[in-house]
């Protein structure tokens, strides 16, 4: 959550040359720059066509969706490309719909993450529905096998 002005909002971003055009490494590489979060294995869940490009500067572009289990967080740093420090929430999928402001769009993705959460994750079908606030020092938060395409271990 971007302290400034309230907006919930999850990493994300475009391809760089060193995601070799991985949809996965980058979701890794965003996740670790915009909130120090460290990923387990991403699944592709479909994705959301944006013909006015409101996440590409104005082109239209297909914006990719993806669920993957959060294994730590770093320390809070700055988001190399704004210079802000988020608040990072841990927070259920159709809570965080709410949060976000999506919709019925989306609320069927977020329906659709936790069924993958739930069929390839192993998480329970019925989410805790409290937010919390993840320490700014970082922490642990599901252990497990961590994706090689982008995260950093916690306090590096």
Same mark, same amino acid.
């Given at each position: 959550?971007?302290?400034?002005?309230?907006?919930?909002?999850?990493?994300?971003?475009?391809?760089?040359?060193? +995601?070799?055009? +991985?949809?996965?490494?980058?979701?890794?590489?965003?996740?670790?720059?915009?909130?120090?979060?460290?990923?387990?294995?991403?699944?592709?869940?479909?994705? /959301?066509? +944006?013909?006015?490009?409101?996440?590409?500067?104005?082109?239209?572009?297909?914006?990719?969706?993806?669920?993957?289990?959060?294994?730590?967080?770093?320390?809070?740093?700055? +988001?190399?490309?704004?210079?802000?420090?988020?608040?990072?929430? /841990?927070?259920?999928?159709? /809570?965080?719909?709410?949060? /976000?402001?999506?919709?019925?769009?989306?609320?069927?993705?977020?329906?659709?993450?936790?069924?993958?959460?739930?069929?390839?994750?192993?998480?329970?079908?019925?989410?805790?529905?409290?937010?919390?606030?993840?320490?700014?020092?970082?922490?642990?938060?599901?252990?497990?096998?961590?994706?090689?395409?982008?995260?950093?271990?916690?306090?590096?």
């Amino acid at each position: 959550m971007n302290p400034r002005d309230g907006i919930c909002s999850l990493p994300g971003g475009s391809l760089e040359p060193e +995601d070799a055009a +991985d949809p996965a490494a980058a979701l890794a590489r965003e996740a670790s720059e915009e909130a120090q979060a460290v990923i387990g294995r991403p699944y592709y869940l479909g994705y /959301l066509y +944006d013909r006015v490009g409101s996440a590409n500067g104005g082109h239209e572009c297909a914006r990719v969706r993806m669920a993957a289990a959060l294994r730590a967080v770093g320390p809070s740093e700055a +988001d190399p490309a704004s210079g802000r420090h988020y608040r990072r929430l /841990l927070v259920a999928p159709g /809570l965080a719909v709410e949060l /976000l402001g999506w919709g019925a769009p989306g609320l069927r993705q977020a329906r659709a993450a936790v069924a993958a959460a739930v069929h390839w994750l192993g998480v329970p079908a019925a989410a805790n529905e409290t937010i919390e606030e993840l320490p700014v020092e970082g922490c642990t938060v599901f252990p497990g096998p961590v994706y090689p395409g982008g995260g950093r271990s916690p306090g590096r």
